[in-house]
């Protein structure tokens, strides 16, 4: 069974950064392409970044372009997401989602449960 | 960026009976459109990819339909597990982009 399970979320102050990590099981992580996706809340949801499953392919939604950094590490199995530079307008669920595997840029077929990132002060 | 539009924003309909719900998108996505339910406090799940075929578990009352830049997700006969909100994703181009989603709520 294909798990995600995301961390690192929590409270921080504006300006202030963040780590998330999206931990996969039950799959063949490094064979597959990743996404990270957010909602904030009662609202709808908003792609922010996607990775390659090399890591050599990064894309950027225009909201978090030069803020955010997603990487992962295929040994560790793990997907994560940089997050510096926080606004208000960051807070949001961060989910993981996986691409089908073998394809990028595709429907995203497995997500995890969500973390939670507030910014305020 | 293409915008997606989803209508109605809130759908009421009594259980047993069929919901269909609209989404159209501002310039043509191909067959590159799929369909997620998300249940409050839930993650999204993928109900349909490629317009119109099912993700694995999804019963059969789920179907999609459209071409080009109008889609429907229609749900045969309502259950009572299927009132949350739905949402069209297209992954035609980047940015992939999401409706603003449609809430099916019990009439």
């Known amino acids: 069974e294909v798990q995600l399970v995301e961390s690192g979320g929590g409270l921080v102050q504006p300006g202030g950064s963040l780590r998330l990590s999206c931990t996969g099981s039950?799959?063949?992580?490094?064979?597959?392409?990743m996404n990270w996706v957010r909602q904030a809340p009662g609202k709808g949801l908003e792609w922010v970044s996607f990775?390659?499953?090399?890591?050599?392919?990064?894309y950027y939604s225009d909201s978090v372009k030069g803020r955010f950094t997603i990487s992962r590490d295929n040994a560790k199995n793990s997907l994560y997401l940089q997050m510096n530079s926080l606004r208000a307008g960051d807070t949001a669920v961060y989910y993981c989602?996986?691409?089908?595997?073998?394809?990028?840029?595709?429907?995203?077929?497995?997500w995890g449960q969500g973390s939670l990132v507030i910014v305020s002060s | 960026e293409i915008v997606m539009t989803q209508s109605p924003a809130t759908l009421s309909v009594s259980p047993g009976e069929r919901a269909t719900l609209s989404c159209r998108a501002s310039?043509?996505?191909?067959?590159?459109l799929a369909w997620y339910q998300q249940k409050p406090g839930q993650a999204p799940r993928l109900l349909i990819y490629?317009?119109?075929t099912g993700a694995t578990g999804i019963p059969a009352r789920f179907s999609g339909s459209g071409s080009g830049t109008e889609f429907t997700l229609t749900i045969s006969s309502l259950q009572s597990e299927d009132f949350a909100v739905y949402y069209c994703?297209?992954?035609?181009?980047?940015?992939?982009?999401f409706g603003g989603g449609t809430k099916v709520e019990i009439k």
């Open positions: 989602a996986t691409d089908p595997p073998g394809q990028g840029g595709e429907y995203f077929q497995h």
């Open positions: 039950g799959f063949t992580f490094s064979s597959y392409e």
């Open positions: 990775i390659s499953s090399s890591g050599d392919s990064i």
């Open positions: 310039q043509s996505v191909s067959s590159h």
């Open positions: 490629g317009v119109s």
């Open positions: 994703h297209q992954y035609h181009n980047w940015p992939v982009t």
